[in-house]
């Protein structure tokens, strides 16, 4: 099998591709635009597997996905080419409905036209997948707002996207389904909640704190840190999609999630407490911790009910937070350098995501 994955380059498309080189006899094709989150040293593993190849496209630009379909002939797509910074899609909405929508639909129509080439054979083994978020949903009860058992996110939860970049995948997801009843292509959607792990660009929560930490800077909390979110180790999440990709049903969503609800002030004092055992220093990490103006529009909780993906496709996550988040801390301890090598001269870790509120003179 031949799978063409998009934004293979990125923090998950690359942990999927070298799952499948690593686990599977199949053939992948990376395609990436390779934007500042986009980094190929991630695959330095599997780049010289004669299974393995990459065409740096952007999945705007039809034409070259017009060729990419006609010289690879890919048996699957995974699509998980996105923009995905909340913060930045504040600051700067535009590339996020130009890369999760437009692009989106630029690969869903190359896709399309290359399906009906296909003999009846092909085309009934054909999938595309479509690699979603959980924050389409929007926000769920706190603690703090209910007692009681709390809902979880569900494949059948209503859409309440909060911030530009959740709506630009709530859009995406609509393009997706909408292909499937209109088209009968064969499409399949998961939904995932937050992802950590090896490769993660810092501008996220968690790689983020463990290099401010290491260079002694603040470790900036947004508003009380009471947000909560549900960790998934990166590598279950890649298992669980190469699960939906050759197993999943057509026309199906799947949500993925961790099992691991927790604020966002715990998972801090939690990479402070591992960096206390493997890096000591004369003070503890954790009096690092500050407090900043809250984001934008901020959810206060994600939670994911995965029993679809668990009782259908037999699939449950491998790390709990604890061993992940300790393996992550790890990696990022041994590759320094790398971390350093990936981030834009323009990025330094800054806080992204102000509104800058325009006066009446600047009409």
Same mark, same amino acid.
């Given at each position: 099998?031949?799978?063409?994955?998009?934004?293979?380059?990125?923090?998950?498309?690359?942990?999927?591709?070298?799952?499948?080189?690593?686990?599977?006899?199949?053939?992948?094709?990376?395609?990436?635009?390779?934007?500042?989150?986009?980094?190929?040293?991630?695959?330095?593993?599997?780049?010289?597997?004669?299974?393995?190849? +990459?065409?740096?496209?952007?999945?705007?630009?039809?034409?070259?996905?017009?060729?990419?379909?006609?010289?690879?002939?890919?048996?699957?797509?995974?699509?998980?080419?996105?923009?995905?910074?909340?913060?930045?899609?504040?600051?700067?909405?535009?590339?996020?409905?130009?890369?999760?929508?437009?692009?989106?639909?630029?690969?869903?129509?190359?896709?399309?036209?290359?399906?009906?080439?296909?003999?009846?054979?092909?085309?009934?083994?054909?999938?595309?997948?479509?690699?979603?978020?959980?924050?389409?949903?929007?926000?769920?009860?706190?603690?703090?707002?209910?007692?009681?058992?709390?809902?979880? +996110?569900?494949?059948?939860?209503?859409?309440?996207?909060?911030?530009?970049?959740?709506?630009?995948?709530?859009?995406?997801?609509?393009?997706?389904?909408?292909?499937?009843?209109?088209?009968?292509?064969?499409?399949?959607?998961?939904?995932?909640?937050?992802?950590?792990?090896?490769?993660?660009?810092?501008?996220?929560?968690?790689?983020?704190?463990?290099?401010?930490?290491?260079?002694?800077?603040?470790?900036?909390?947004?508003?009380?840190?009471?947000?909560?979110?549900?960790?998934?180790?990166?590598?279950?999440?890649?298992?669980?999609?190469?699960?939906?990709?050759?197993?999943?049903?057509?026309?199906?969503?799947?949500?993925?999630?961790?099992?691991?609800?927790?604020?966002?002030?715990?998972?801090?004092?939690?990479?402070?407490?591992?960096?206390?055992?493997?890096?000591?220093?004369?003070?503890?990490?954790?009096?690092?911790?500050?407090?900043?103006?809250?984001?934008?529009?901020?959810?206060?909780?994600?939670?994911?009910?995965?029993?679809?993906?668990?009782?259908?496709?037999?699939?449950?996550?491998?790390?709990?937070?604890?061993?992940?988040?300790?393996?992550?801390?790890?990696?990022?301890?041994?590759?320094?350098?790398?971390?350093?090598?990936?981030?834009?001269?323009?990025?330094?870790?800054?806080?992204?995501?102000?509104?800058?509120?325009?006066?009446?003179?600047?009409?």
């Amino acid at each position: 099998m031949k799978i063409l994955v998009s934004g293979g380059a990125g923090f998950i498309g690359s942990a999927v591709i070298r799952h499948i080189i690593d686990n599977t006899d199949n053939l992948v094709v990376n395609v990436d635009k390779l934007t500042y989150a986009g980094n190929l040293e991630s695959l330095n593993s599997v780049s010289n597997n004669k299974r393995y190849c +990459f065409e740096q496209v952007d999945i705007s630009n039809r034409l070259e996905l017009n060729r990419v379909f006609k010289t690879h002939k890919p048996d699957a797509v995974m699509h998980l080419a996105a923009e995905s910074h909340v913060d930045r899609s504040i600051t700067g909405p535009s590339d996020f409905i130009q890369t999760n929508i437009v692009g989106t639909y630029n690969l869903l129509e190359a896709a399309r036209e290359y399906w009906n080439t296909l003999n009846d054979m092909a085309k009934q083994a054909f999938r595309f997948h479509h690699i979603s978020t959980d924050e389409v949903y929007g926000d769920l009860p706190h603690p703090d707002e209910q007692e009681g058992e709390l809902p979880l +996110f569900t494949e059948t939860t209503s859409y309440a996207p909060s911030s530009p970049y959740s709506a630009s995948k709530a859009s995406s997801d609509h393009l997706v389904r909408a292909w499937n009843r209109t088209y009968s292509f064969p499409t399949i959607i998961t939904n995932c909640s937050n992802n950590y792990g090896p490769y993660h660009f810092p501008e996220k929560l968690i790689p983020l704190i463990i290099l401010n930490a290491l260079e002694g800077k603040n470790l900036p909390i947004y508003g009380k840190g009471d947000q909560i979110r549900d960790w998934l180790y990166v590598e279950d999440h890649a298992r669980a999609l190469y699960k939906v990709v050759t197993e999943g049903k057509i026309g199906e969503t799947y949500n993925i999630g961790g099992h691991n609800e927790k604020q966002n002030i715990e998972v801090v004092q939690t990479i402070c407490s591992i960096l206390d055992e493997l890096m000591p220093k004369e003070t503890k990490y954790a009096e690092q911790i500050t407090y900043v103006a809250d984001r934008p529009g901020h959810d206060r909780r994600y939670a994911i009910d995965s029993s679809k993906i668990n009782e259908e496709l037999n699939w449950t996550p491998i790390e709990t937070f604890e061993t992940g988040l300790f393996k992550t801390v790890k990696w990022y301890l041994a590759n320094e350098q790398l971390c350093e090598n990936v981030q834009s001269g323009t990025y330094q870790r800054e806080r992204l995501g102000k509104i800058h509120l325009q006066t009446s003179d600047e009409h």
